[in-house]
Structures are given as C-alpha cells and as structure tokens.
C-alpha cells in the first residue's frame, strides 16, 4: 500500500511560482511502476487534471500535461525521494485550487486524466493566487 502526502502549497501573486512536491510512503515509486498524477479542485467543480508523470517499466518518464498548464508546470521524478514534485510558474488566479496527487500501478496510460482510475489519494495542498 502506498501513502501520499502533499506539500508546498501556499499563497503567491499571479506571475509568481510555487513548488509542490507529492512524497509517497510504503511502496518505491519507481520500484513498483506507479503513474503519479496531479488534480485540482475548485468547490463547485470537478477535479480536473493537471499533469501525470509514468514510473512504470517500458514508459518511464512519460509525461502528460492539461493544456491550460502546458509550458507553465512541469512534474518530474525525484527517485531519491520517493517523490514527484509538481513545479509551477507564471501562476494565474485560475491556477488556484485544491492540489492533490494520486497514484495507480496499474490503470492504462490511455486512461492517464481520469481520476477515477487511481487508487491511491493525498489529502491535498492549497494554493492560492491573488491577482
């Protein structure tokens, strides 16, 4: 079972950038070939994607970005630490959300945006952009 813990959210002004980093506890990422995502939140909204980042053998590395994001945000993989930090610059007001990361083994990178596929959910960061 792996457990998913976000951090480095925070308030910023539009233009400015934030690093947000998901930490995964009790299985390897990397070692057990999970997709780690990141969704966002806005109340009365759906969860939308955000970016999503591949581990899994044969698609290591593999990366999709939301449009909206594309060129702004940037998720890697940090090995060392078991993590997949989410680096965000050039923030908007629209960028403020709920900021939660997921993980699966084992869902099909066909279904990479659907956060119904995954099973594994952080409890969130907040971020917050002022105009």
């Known amino acids: 079972q792996v457990r998913l813990i976000e951090t480095g959210g925070g308030s910023v002004q539009a233009g400015g950038s934030l690093s947000l980093s998901c930490t995964a506890s009790?299985?390897?990422?990397?070692?057990?070939?999970?997709?780690v995502a990141w969704f966002r939140r806005v109340p009365g909204k759906e969860r939308e994607f955000v970016a999503a980042?591949?581990?899994?053998?044969?698609?290591?590395?593999?990366?999709e970005y939301a449009e909206i994001v594309k060129g702004r945000f940037t998720i890697s993989r940090d090995n060392a630490k078991n993590a997949a930090p989410l680096q965000m610059s050039n923030l908007k007001p629209e960028d403020a959300a709920l900021y939660s990361c997921a993980a699966d083994r084992l869902l099909d990178l066909e279904s990479i945006r659907d956060p119904s596929k995954y099973t594994h959910w952080g409890q969130g960061t907040q971020v917050t952009v002022s105009p």
């Open positions: 009790g299985r390897n990422l990397r070692e057990y070939g999970y997709i």
């Open positions: 980042i591949s581990n899994r053998y044969g698609s290591e590395g593999y990366i």
